[in-house]
T-cell receptor
Framework: GENVEQHPSTLSVQEGDSAVIKCTYS??????FPWYKQELGKRPQLIID?????GEKKDQRIAVTLNKTAKHFSLHITETQPEDSAVYFC????????????FGKGTMLLVSP | NAGVMQNPRHLVRRRGQEARLRCSPM?????VYWYRQLPEEGLKFMVY????????ESGMPKERFSAEFPKEGPSILRIQQVVRGDSAAYFC?????????????FGPGTRLTVT
């Protein structure tokens, strides 16, 4: 089955800096890669996703890149703000008729003012 | 458009009791997924259901756990004879189906504590 590795497990940055979180996956058939943000005690919220037919996607301060050859994808947050502090999860799935997500173990991002 | 609803939000059970967790998908969504999150860990897939059908239960323990999504009403995750190791947050997610979109939207979760 699919295995998703996520690094780092914790990341501390100063407000205004950029943050990068990286994930690798094992199943070359995976073609959908979402990122979720989870604040303490809250639900995971989908913040951005990418499909295998593109290499990069941006949404304001958030971007995701995908390298299918190397089987890795990354989340980039620019101009970080304290409200970006949360746990971020990457996930992968493939279109085998349905979309079960395999999640990484998460990255705790702390943005200091 | 209401999001995914789960209840109860918090559930305390003694060892050996039964726990019933309910999930109502977003309006227009016919696919429900259940995930378990242990403290400081990621989300682990348990079971995927469509109305009246279990599609994939490969992540669900064979014993004590069951799930259903009836024609009418919410999806239910049932844990019989709970043990302390069942203490976790249980999230459900819903998606519109197989029509070319994969996004899953999560509910607020049920935090189960077994004493």
């Amino acid at each position: 089955g699919e295995n998703v590795e996520q690094h780092p497990s914790t990341l501390s940055v100063q407000e205004g800096d950029s943050a990068v979180i990286k994930c690798t996956y094992s199943d070359s058939a995976s073609n959908y890669f979402p990122w979720y943000k989870q604040e303490l005690g809250k639900r995971p919220q989908l913040i951005i996703d990418i499909r295998s037919n593109v290499g990069e996607k941006k949404d304001q301060r958030i971007a995701v890149t995908l390298n299918k050859t190397a089987k890795h994808f990354s989340l980039h947050i620019t101009e970080t703000q304290p409200e970006d502090s949360a746990v971020y999860f990457c996930a992968a799935s493939k279109n085998s008729g349905y979309s079960t997500l395999t999640f990484g173990k998460g990255t705790m991002l702390l943005v200091s003012p | 458009n209401a999001g995914v609803m789960q209840n109860p939000r918090h559930l305390v059970r003694r060892r050996g009791q039964e726990a019933r967790l309910r999930c109502s998908p977003m309006k227009g969504h016919s696919h429900v997924y259940w995930y378990r999150q242990l403290p400081e860990e990621g989300l682990k897939f348990m079971v995927y259901l469509q109305k009246e059908n279990i599609i994939d239960e490969s992540g669900m323990p064979k014993e004590r756990f069951s799930a259903e999504f009836p024609k009418e009403g919410p999806s239910i995750l049932r844990i019989q004879q709970v043990v302390r190791g069942d203490s976790a947050a249980y999230f459900c997610a819903s998606s519109p189906g197989q029509g070319g979109t994969y996004e899953q939207y999560f509910g607020p979760g049920t935090r189960l504590t077994v004493t």
